[in-house]
């Protein structure tokens, strides 16, 4: 039994390597990334890259020691005596170093990624709009003729978030209620947004076209229904859409102030 569990055992690193490398030839990695449509996105998948090869270096090498040691030592084979041990303080020593060396590299090697995509706010932005979750939808206010947020001309749009290509977006992410969390996949963008706080966000479309906005915390009944679209379009169009946004909701308050 010792040895039919080391061979299942060693089954697992192998076909689980296997997968992934048909996976790989076959351009499935799309299932695990989304397309990339953003200047940075890159950087953020090689991260993710580099962690899952060096992870899985330990994967395998742990995986086949398991296989070794059940084959090794199966009880029904094995004729050598029974040795005890109350452990090696070397081998401990080893075992805490070498983990809390490789964090450490992974600490280093991606602040410059952290930096770009947490610290270093662009100076001068395309366009700043303001986010505002809630249970369960999307609020985007954008800037009206005078250029600047929250005056009296702010244009506000619901479920769908529309930015110019080419141009970097700073959202002031804000929550209305609850914990939610700003997640655009083919932007590489997550940032929760927490009651009570402004937290700043950047990104930069880098293709046309609209992808999924969703919640990704999850922040009550109707968690499963706080889902929007991002509308990456030409700066022209992005202003003819403004402007049209802007008419109509001219249009509504010149009728709700009539009515009144």
Request: hydrophobic fraction near 45%; charge should be negative; aromatic fraction near 12%.
């Amino acid at each position: 039994m010792g040895k039919f569990w080391s061979l299942l055992f060693f089954l697992v690193p192998a076909l689980g390597v296997a997968l992934f490398v048909v996976s790989a030839d076959a351009n499935l990695l799309d299932h695990w990334f989304p397309t990339d449509v953003s200047e940075h996105g890159h950087v953020i998948d090689g991260l993710f890259m580099m962690i899952l090869w060096l992870t899985g270096a330990v994967f395998i090498a742990t995986e086949v020691c398991l296989a070794a040691f059940l084959w090794r030592y199966d009880a029904r084979s094995n004729r050598d005596a029974i040795k005890f041990t109350h452990g090696s303080h070397t081998l401990e020593v080893v075992w805490t170093i070498v983990p809390a060396a490789t964090l450490l590299f992974i600490a280093i090697y991606q602040m410059n990624a952290w930096a770009d995509a947490k610290i270093r706010q662009p100076k001068n932005p395309g366009v700043e709009i303001e986010v505002r979750a809630r249970q369960f939808e999307w609020r985007f206010r954008y800037p009206g003729p005078d250029g600047k947020l929250y005056t009296p001309d702010d244009i506000h749009f619901d479920s769908e978030l529309h930015v110019p290509v080419d141009e970097e977006v700073l959202v002031h992410l804000k929550s209305e209620d609850v914990l939610h969390s700003f997640f655009l996949p083919n932007l590489r963008v997550k940032q929760d947004a927490v009651p009570g706080m402004v937290i700043p966000v950047w990104f930069k479309p880098t293709k046309e076209g609209a992808w999924d906005l969703v919640c990704a915390e999850l922040c009550g009944w109707g968690h499963y229904k706080m889902r929007g679209r991002i509308v990456v379009q030409s700066r022209e169009d992005f202003n003819a859409w403004l402007a049209g946004v802007r008419e109509k909701q001219l249009a509504t308050q010149s009728e709700q102030t009539a009515a009144k």
